[in-house]
């Protein structure tokens, strides 16, 4: 992050070093004892008296209103974060912030002046720091018990954030400015991710027969594989989160912003998918993950090509550009322009098949996200009810007839109105990604995955436009290293240094034969 300096008011401090100089260079200058008449005299000391006392509050009165921040400390720990700056620059309108703080507590005497220096970047933001041990009474009154809490008020809304974090409050912000409730519903009943898992595992060196890819694919490990920490973070960005199992209802309720499928693993029925259809129709979002081998129900797969898009039964395989040493987790770290892919950096895929993109129908836009590199390719897979056959064989991706290299699109997103909408209703948004891995327990905190899933949700809710910010998720302590690190640090360790310790202990006994 870089940190500015603040030009103008450095300038006007720099006013008040040459006025407070002027006053102490005029206080030398000017004589004591003047040889004037008694009143002459106190006229004249009065004047200096009077001038000195107008300068000094000019000065500071300009010093108040225009003070300068300096951070002196190398980590920059008394300077907010960039993401919580942009949030501040973009307030057009009064937020009230009161924090409550322990005066004791380092933590909550950085996050006060921390939150200070954000109230000087935007008018629009009213800090207030309170100590409950000196004002308890104001504590009862917003109904706070705890130390480090945050209220924050605006148009008689309030958000309550319990955090040193100043990306936490400035979350929080956003919270409270957001007008409207906006639920995020997971459809489940087909082997979905569950959104109220929210156990991971790790996936280390050496962690044999388990992977993501096309081997393994077929296997449901649900209790290892949930999706609750992606459901974590919606909620902490303060959107309502709430499960929905379409077979028992005969239609997406009317409430629901945003339809996630994540992971399904056994074929919708037909009335499922009429009820997908009708919710786009009426101008709804959805966030289609759908991994290898699942088999799309007829309707639900004229409904993809009618927004232009058409899943195919491979797995793609990337040589050139994927994550550790597995050539179907494949990675990408350049993607397409696009209001979701402008702030995201490395993202990886733990086994992702291939999107075939077609015409849309009239009235549909549909573009590439991102793809794979140029050196990948793709193989067939068998569906996952063929693969699940009791004793029955496990494809792995050795089988299938590879396909000549080049670059695979792995997700797209499609926005429109279909052909049965009525007039002037609001268009539909959708984005349809061949992986559903990359947004669960085990790989979503990960690189740039979470920022990917977060920026997905922000525009099918249509909130591209906010500030980017997202909540931390905590992960175990691990280093995660590349293929090409991992080759790098195994010739230094296992090669250069032996090798340098063998032809050392040459050159030594040669000399001294």
Known sequence: ????????????????????????????????????????????????????????????????????YLDLTREKVFTPSEQAMKVVDTLQRDVDLTYFYQGQDPSGRRTKDVLEVMAHRNAHLHVRAVDPDKQPTLAENFGVKLYNAAVLETEGRRVLVQSTDENDIAIGILRVLRERVINV???????????????????????????????????????????????????????????????????????????????PRTTFLPAESAALESYLTRGGSVLFMFDLGFVLEPHLARLLEEIGVRPEQKVVIDPLSHYSS??????????????????????????????????????????????????????????????????????????????????????????????????????????????????????????????????????LVREERSPTIASRIPVPSMILLTQPQTLWIFLIIEVLLPGATIVLGVVMWWRHR
């Open 326 to 459: 597995d050539p179907e987790m494949v990675a990408v770290t350049g993607y397409d322009s696009s209001p979701i892919t402008r702030n995201v950096s490395m993202t990886f895929y733990p086994g992702v098949r291939p999107l075939d993109l077609i015409p849309p129908v009239a009235g549909v836009k549909t573009a590439p996200l991102f793809e794979s590199s140029r050196d990948s390719y793709t193989k067939d897979v068998r569906p996952v009810e063929a693969r699940q056959v009791p004793g029955g064989p496990r494809a792995g991706a050795g089988q299938g007839t590879p396909v000549k290299p080049g670059a695979r699109v792995l997700a797209v997103a499609s926005a429109g109105r279909l052909p049965n909408a009525s007039p002037g209703s609001e268009a539909f948004r959708a984005i349809v990604i061949g992986d559903g891995d990359f947004a669960s327990n085990s790989f979503l905190p990960y690189m740039a995955n979470s920022d990917l899933a977060l920026a997905m949700v922000r525009w």
């Open 1 to 68: 992050m870089e940190h500015t300096l603040d030009v103008p008011n450095l300038l006007w401090f720099a006013g008040w070093l040459v006025a407070v100089a002027a006053l102490f260079a005029l206080a030398i200058q000017l004589p004591l004892q003047t040889k004037l008449t008694r009143g002459r005299a106190f006229l004249y000391n009065c004047s200096v008296v009077v001038g000195a006392i107008v300068l000094v509050a000019v000065a500071n009165a300009a010093l108040v209103l225009h003070s300068a």
């Open 185 to 263: 519903c997971f459809l489940e009943g087909h082997n979905e991710f569950p959104m109220d898992n929210f156990e991971f595992h790790t996936h280390l060196e050496g962690m044999q027969g388990h992977s993501h890819g096309d081997s393994d694919s077929a296997v449901v490990k649900m209790p290892g594989h949930g999706i609750g920490r992606l459901r974590r973070s919606l909620e902490a960005l303060g959107y309502d989160v709430r499960k929905v199992i379409l077979a028992t209802m005969n239609s997406v309720p009317a409430d629901c912003a945003l339809v996630i499928n994540a992971n």
